[in-house]
């Protein structure tokens, strides 16, 4: 029902900064004149309604955006590395994979050509006419290109139903989605015989809208009871729901409060979703003999029922039309309050303060900002050390350090650098 593929995605890195100084005739020390490496190329997620399916993903693990070029002479900058599109279905979910335990939602791609950045490209390294002052007019530094960043990303397809039909096991949702549409799911007397969501289309005159039988709902249901709470994340993305209640139920209406608040321990926006309260089997007698009853005790809770058998087809061409009603009231809201805000998300929280920690006897730095920095320093480079400790200092990492205690000659770590206090 629905389709997941894990993927690893690496946007393009940036290319090297140029260390490069000006030739002319009859000057003899031209000032520097190396340009910027180019930045790398992110890689996007895009919502496209021409793809239906993730299948596409299954072949290939590994995507790649393309590396910024370096800069040269002259004061040229390097060209930028392209970004790299992949184009999935509309209803795609885009979930970052932690390292650590669990997943996260970078994007809900509902909208076609909604996007959302998964991997951003590396800065282009600056050339060396940025490090040119008063004090040095030779600078022998360039900076490094910045690697592009690398993600492992769950994409996962719902299924998207314009209608869910919610309700105990075994009041016959199936056999309700069977006769309003052309599916054909499994019928029979004992509870969860459904064991995962069908969909089926439903015709009403010249309109159509898609029915889908969630199925599992029990008490305990948030807790992961029954067929677990996989299901009921699929509710989320109905518009409105059919809730369905065995008419042969010793308290229909207590059967509606229940299943309501098990909705709502859930996700209390699932409690909202507009529902149609419907009443099924009343072709047993002993049903019909307590129509009057039913209606009553459900209007004195304020809920106004439907009463159909979706074993005899009775009163459910009634109730699918009346559904599409409720649908399209629904949906001519929905357009009218929608903004369609870009989603794009930055992986890395940045501009977080610094702190220092101690591992053993060596003293780790922990500041992505300056993380990223370090990893673009040549350090073979007396001058690029200058500058690292003159950021080290700026940024009040120097302080810590000599705070926790360091002492000359000790280890520090920052990123993937290591040297010498
Ligand atoms: N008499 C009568 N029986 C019905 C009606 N609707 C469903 N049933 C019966 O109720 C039982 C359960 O029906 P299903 O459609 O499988 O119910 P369900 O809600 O899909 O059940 P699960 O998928 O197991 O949760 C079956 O034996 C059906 O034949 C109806 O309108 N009248
Ligand atoms: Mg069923």
């Given at each position: 029902m629905f389709d997941q593929v894990a993927i690893v995605v690496k946007a393009g890195n940036g290319g090297d900064g140029m260390v490069?100084?000006?030739?002319?005739?009859?000057?003899?020390?031209?000032?520097?004149?190396?340009?910027?490496?180019?930045?790398?190329?992110?890689?996007?997620?895009?919502?496209?309604?021409?793809?239906?399916?993730?299948?596409?993903?299954?072949?290939?693990?590994?995507?790649?955006?393309?590396?910024?070029?370096?800069?040269?002479?002259?004061?040229?900058?390097?060209?930028?590395?392209?970004?790299?599109?992949?184009?999935?279905?509309?209803?795609?979910?885009?979930?970052?994979?932690?390292?650590?335990?669990?997943?996260?939602?970078?994007?809900?791609?509902?909208?076609?050509?909604?996007?959302?950045v998964v991997a951003k490209g590396g800065k282009g390294g600056l050339g060396n006419i940025h490090f040119a002052s008063s004090t040095n007019q030779a600078p022998q530094i360039a900076q490094k290109g910045e690697v592009g960043e690398e993600n492992s990303i769950i994409l996962e397809l719902r299924l998207i139903a314009d209608v869910g039909i919610i309700g105990y096991p075994n009041v016959g949702k199936s056999t309700l989605l069977a006769a309003a549409s052309a599916a054909k799911p499994k019928i029979a007397s004992y509870p969860f015989t459904t064991r995962e969501p069908i969909l089926g289309m439903v015709e009403v005159g010249q309109e159509s809208f898609i029915l889908a039988e969630i199925p599992g709902l029990i008490d305990g249901a948030h807790l992961g009871r029954g067929l677990g709470h996989d299901f009921l994340r699929h509710i989320v993305r109905t518009k409105i729901l059919i809730h369905l209640i065995g008419g042969d139920s010793v308290s229909p209406v207590k059967d509606m409060i229940q299943v309501n608040a098990e909705l709502s321990l859930f996700d209390s926006a699932l409690a909202q979703k507009p529902q149609l309260v419907v009443v099924n089997k009343i072709d047993l007698s002993q049903v019909r003999a307590r129509l009057a009853e039913i209606k009553d005790v459900f209007s004195s809770v304020g809920a106004t029922v439907f009463f159909i058998s979706a074993a005899t087809g009775e009163g459910v061409t009634g109730l699918m039309a009346e559904t599409l009603k409720l649908l399209n009231r629904v949906t001519a809201g929905k357009e009218a309050e929608r903004k369609v805000p870009k989603k794009v998300f930055r992986p890395q929280p940045r501009g977080v303060a610094p702190s220092v920690c101690r591992e053993g006897d060596t003293f780790v730095v922990v500041a992505p900002g300056l993380e990223r920095v370090a990893a673009r320093m040549d350090v073979t480079n007396p001058e690029a050390r200058r500058q690292l400790k003159r950021q080290l200092v700026r940024l009040g990492v120097s302080k810590s350090l000599e705070k926790a205690g360091i002492k000359p000659g000790d280890k520090v770590r920052c990123g993937d650098l290591e040297w010498e206090w």
């Open positions: 490069s100084f000006r030739r002319e005739k009859f000057v003899p020390f031209g000032g520097p004149d190396g340009g910027d490496g180019g930045g790398g190329g992110d890689v996007i997620i895009m919502a496209d309604p021409a793809v239906t399916n993730l299948r596409g993903f299954k072949q290939k693990r590994f995507y790649r955006a393309a590396d910024g070029r370096g800069g040269r002479g002259k004061r040229q900058h390097g060209k930028k590395g392209e970004s790299l599109v992949l184009t999935v279905p509309v209803g795609t979910m885009v979930l970052s994979e932690l390292q650590i335990g669990g997943d996260v939602l970078i994007a809900d791609l509902e909208q076609p050509r909604q996007q959302a």
